[in-house]
Structures are given as C-alpha cells and as structure tokens.
C-alpha cells in the first residue's frame, strides 16, 4: 500500500531535549516536506527536499533541521525543543516532474513540549 | 511571495444545500492550485487541482472548484451537501521556479465546513 508514515504519532517531551520525528514514504517520491498544523494559522511548510542531500527553508525553518540520506526517508529533527513548537506536525510527499504532483500526506505527529 | 486566502473559518450549510468554500490566491507567475480536506484525527486527503485548461475542475467525492484567473479566486463547491462532508479544508498553491527547483506550497489557514442534518 502506498503510503507515508510517520514516527512516533504522539509524543510529550520537556524543553531542551533533543528530538527525532521520522518520515517514511514507500512510492519513491523526490519531493519530501514538513508542515506543522496549528490553529488560526492553517500548514504552513517548514522544510522540504527536492531529492537526495537537497533541502531547503519553507516559511518557518527556526528551531528545526532536517536531512535527507535516503529518498525514502526526511526525518525533522528538534536540537532544543521549545514550548512554541508545540504543534501537529504533518510529512507529505509527491513526485516532482512538474509541479502538479499531489501531494500525499502522513497520519501526523503530535508534540507536545513542557 | 505567494500567498492564500480563505476568508471563512467556518461555513455552514443545510443537508442537501449547494456549498462553497472560498478560496483566493497570490502568487508571481502561474499557479497550481490544489484543495485538500482533513478529517478529524486525520492528514490531508488530496481533492482536486487545478493546472491549466477548463475553469471548471471536477474531482473527489462530487467536488468541483472555479478557478478565476481575474479575480484570483479558486472556490469550492459541490451542488448538494452531505453530512459526511463535515471537515478541515485546505486551499494551497504550489508555484514552480526555475527548472526543476524551488517547489515552495503556501497553504490557506483551512475552513471548517459544517454540514447540518
């Protein structure tokens, strides 16, 4: 089945501890992305990644890191988390020979910082 | 930069009422616009696109959306509502730069479409 899948759905964490989300798609997709979901101010798009070792900045890059070894895999990364990303975090995929390509998008991550 | 707007956090309709679900956009060269809708505890479910060619675009669950390149609109709509409509839904438009490069999304801040039995 094709999918993205996301790990772990939810997760409570304290200020300060490092943290991996990962991001998982199995239909080979080059393009990858990020968003967090909060109220009043809808997705907005923290990273994606065109292909391998490809990255770059949506509109809300800080606090946040990502990496892309894998074509399958973008994992986002929190060095020091911070109770301002506490939020719904979505990964999407899509194929990019044109910029019509869907996107296809996982169940979600919810974090929580203390 | 690019932009969408969604001017409506919630819309409400009676069963078996025509909808609409409205949408306007902003970007620096042609937009591919899309509509997704988010059920509760759920991601995104991809809708329709818009690309070029016909205005009208038809797409999942009996959907269609307008796109008016004039007024820079790419509404919602669907001729009778359903109950099981009831969601989150989400205009976005995606603007490609260069060859292969840069595929930013902006995403709307989401409308919540109630459907009263």
């Known amino acids: 089945e094709a999918q993205v899948t996301q790990n772990p759905r939810y997760l409570i964490t304290v200020t300060g501890k490092k943290l991996t989300v990962t991001c998982s798609q199995n239909?080979?997709?080059?393009?990858m992305s990020w968003y967090r979901q909060d109220p009043g101010l809808g997705l907005r798009q923290i990273y994606y990644?065109?292909?391998?070792?490809?990255?770059d900045k949506g509109d809300v890059p800080e606090g946040y890191k990502v990496s892309r070894k894998e074509k399958r895999n973008f994992p986002l990364i929190l060095e020091s988390p911070s109770p301002n990303q506490t939020s719904l975090y979505f990964c999407?995929?899509?194929?990019?020979?044109?910029?019509?390509?869907?996107?296809?998008f996982g169940p979600g991550t919810r974090l929580t910082v203390l | 930069a690019q932009s969408v707007a969604q001017p409506e956090d919630q819309v409400n309709v009676a069963e078996g009422n025509p909808l609409t679900v409205k949408c306007t956009y902003s970007?620096?060269?042609?937009?591919?616009l899309f509509w997704y809708v988010q059920y509760p505890n759920r991601g995104l479910q991809f809708l329709l696109k818009?690309?070029?060619?016909?205005?009208l675009v038809k797409g999942s669950y009996g959907f269609e959306a307008e796109f008016n390149k004039s007024q820079t609109s790419f509404h919602l709509k669907k001729p009778s509502a359903l109950v099981s409509d009831s969601a989150l839904y989400f205009c976005?438009?995606?603007?490609?730069?260069?060859?292969?490069?840069?595929?930013?999304?902006?995403f709307g801040i989401g409308t919540k479409l109630q459907v009263i039995p």
């Open positions: 970007v620096s060269g042609n937009p591919y």
């Open positions: 999407a995929s899509s194929l990019i020979q044109t910029s019509t390509d869907t996107q296809y």
């Open positions: 818009y690309i070029t060619g016909d205005n």
């Open positions: 976005a438009v995606r603007v490609q730069r260069g060859s292969g490069g840069y595929q930013k999304v902006t």
């Open positions: 990644s065109m292909n391998v070792e490809v990255t």
């Open positions: 239909m080979n997709h080059e393009y």
